[in-house]
């Protein structure tokens, strides 16, 4: 399994506060507890805020990481997002060379968005801004001083899973390649539409005419209350990992081709497939201090594709909640989830400058600056009929690096064709 993305924001000047000077750590063994605050913020979700306990097993000592490690989770965000887990993790489970790894998760996501199905759907903000919110407090469906208005949530809808259930193995075949096999269940629970105290309109949102005109499976356009979903998929993915260092690599690839597939079989609702290809590069320019990488990512689906579904991506890294095309985790500049469909492509391009490395307290800092462009395009379905241009963001950002392994992560986007920006503040490089 892939590290679990940290967001931990207090814990570095924590820890090298409280580094001693030249010390040697002894080796670890037993059971342990730790206790981690989390904070992140992006322009999407609002501020993030939570905490994380972990329970680890070292064993013996000598099993790095560690022997097992159990992971319980509170996160949630100014923006109504939440994201609740409980992790399981056994580098070698039952001293097998098999890793098994687990996640039961209570995710919800208050205002996730939606703007339209295909590269083609145009983003008018006019439709869902309004300045004076007091009056929409007396009448959502019109704002003073915006004719265009159509409703505060016209471009959102709330879904809430519970529970997302994860089961993944892992293990070497030879040499760099590695095979991951995994089963994931959800019952996933979306209301269309908002009440009063949540300023929503009479009329239609985006995602209700779309479903009135039959785009939608699974959502029918006279849908008033709460309805839940079941869906239950069976993934197999191969793995190239050639990377030099996971978290910061220099050099060297990260491929995955990975299937999933939901029928009733394995329990779903719904009958559909999915596949996804991920082609990562890392390669210096002249010297070590200057990196350049390249992510470039393609996942297609096909069958009774539920439409709340329609945003995720398939492999090995990607969690549920993480949301897909646009946004901290793939497009910067560009709105979160704004490109969503049956077909999905991602470009990552970035340029890393390591300009400053220092040790303070003898622990390692290294300061890298980043410029970036991401680009990324969808169709509605495997016809690709949609007309439009990809969309793209650029920018740059700042890696703060501890002992090459813990990165701060500060990003800031723009995508021109919408006219929309980003800022990011989390951990890990993207990709």
């Known amino acids: 399994m892939h590290p679990t993305r940290m967001t931990w924001a207090v814990v570095l000047c924590a820890a090298l506060a409280s580094a001693p000077a030249g010390a040697e750590d002894a080796p670890r063994t037993g059971w342990g507890v730790q206790g981690l605050p989390l904070i992140n913020f992006n322009s999407d979700e609002g501020l993030g805020y ?8 070292s064993g013996d000592g000598t099993q790095a990481p560690y022997r097992y490690a159990l992971t319980a989770q509170f996160f949630q965000t100014t923006r109504g997002v939440a994201s609740h887990r409980l992790m399981f993790d056994a580098p070698r489970f039952l001293d097998s060379p098999w890793r098994l790894g687990g996640d039961v998760s209570l995710l919800n996501d ?75 269940f959800r019952l996933t629970s979306v209301r269309a539409r908002y009440g009063t105290d949540d300023l929503g309109q009479a009329r239609d949102s985006r995602l209700v005419e779309d479903a009135r005109a039959g785009l939608l499976s699974g959502l029918e356009g ?87 579904l329609l945003s995720s991506l398939g492999g090995v890294e990607w969690r549920d909640g993480w949301g897909g095309l646009g946004g901290v985790y793939t497009a910067r500049g560009i709105l979160k989830n704004r490109l969503q469909g049956q077909v999905k492509a991602l470009a990552n391009g970035e340029l890393r400058w390591r300009f400053l490395s220092v040790s303070p307290w003898q622990q390692r800092l290294d300061f890298t600056l980043v410029a970036f462009l991401d680009a990324g395009q969808a169709w509605s379905d495997l016809r690709f009929l949609d007309a439009g241009l990809p969309r793209y963001g650029g920018g740059g950002g700042l890696r703060i690096a501890w002992e090459n392994n813990f990165i ?16 990011y503040l989390d951990f890990n490089h993207l990709f």
Request: glycine share 12%.
């Open 50 to 57: 939570g905490a994380r306990l972990l329970l680890v097993d």
């Open 110 to 184: 208050r205002f996730s968005p939606y703007y339209g199905l295909g590269g083609s759907t145009e983003y008018v903000p006019s439709f869902a801004s309004c300045e004076d919110r007091t009056a929409l407090e007396e009448n959502p469906d019109a704002c003073p001083g915006n004719p265009d208005f159509r409703g505060l949530r016209y471009y959102s809808f709330e879904q809430r899973t519970l529970p997302s259930v994860v089961l993944n193995v892992r293990r070497t075949l030879s040499g760099p390649w590695q095979l991951a096999l995994g089963y994931r």
């Open 222 to 308: 006279d849908a008033v209350g709460s309805e839940t979903f079941r869906t239950a998929e069976v993934t197999a993915g191969l793995l190239l990992d050639t990377r030099d260092n996971e978290p910061a690599p220099v050099r060297g690839m990260f491929h995955e081709l990975a299937l999933r597939g939901a029928t009733g079989v394995t329990g779903s609702a719904f009958d559909y497939w999915g596949a996804t290809a991920n082609l990562r590069f890392y390669h210096p320019l002249g010297h070590e201090r200057l990196v350049a990488a390249l992510r470039l990512f393609v996942d297609v689906m096909g069958g009774d594709v539920p439409f709340f």
């Open 408 to 423: 701060l992560r500060l990003d800031y986007g723009v995508s021109p064709r919408d006219g929309t920006t980003g800022f």
